[in-house]
Nanobody
Framework: VQLQASGGGLVQPGGSLRLSCKFARTITSVFNSESKAWYRQAPGKQRELVALLSTGGSTHYIDSVKGRFTISRDNAKKTVFLQMNSLKPEDTGVYYC????????WGQGTQVTVSS
């Protein structure tokens, strides 16, 4: 499986971005059976879980992004999304997707920079 994240960029504080992550070379039934997650790694910090979406549809977010970020999935396209609104400078980092148990090799991620 290859994890292909995209959608990052430079945005001003208060702006929005929508990240996408394609789980390439996976079987649809396998994709559908796994919980998905977005992680981020800020400069000089360890990678952290940001949002989680279970196969049953329940979600979990870290406190700092609650009410601003929304994780979703399109099973037919084997793609996971992260809608990010009201972005803050502290949201800056490289964003990665994977399963909840980090099953697959990490992809290249997508850079998000929030700055005026």
């Amino acid at each position: 499986v290859q994890l292909q994240a995209s959608g990052g960029g430079l945005v001003q504080p208060g702006g929005s971005l929508r990240l996408s992550c394609k789980f390439a070379r996976t079987i649809t039934s396998v994709f559908n059976s796994e919980s998905k997650a977005w992680y981020r790694q800020a400069p000089g910090k360890q990678r952290e879980l940001v949002a989680l979406l279970s196969t049953g549809g329940s979600t979990h977010y870290i406190d700092s992004v609650k009410g601003r970020f929304t994780i979703s999935r399109d099973n037919a396209k084997k793609t996971v999304f992260l809608q990010m609104n009201s972005l803050k400078p502290e949201d800056t980092g490289v964003y990665y997707c994977n399963t909840d148990n980090q099953r697959y090799p990490w992809g290249q991620g997508t850079q998000v920079t929030v700055s005026s």
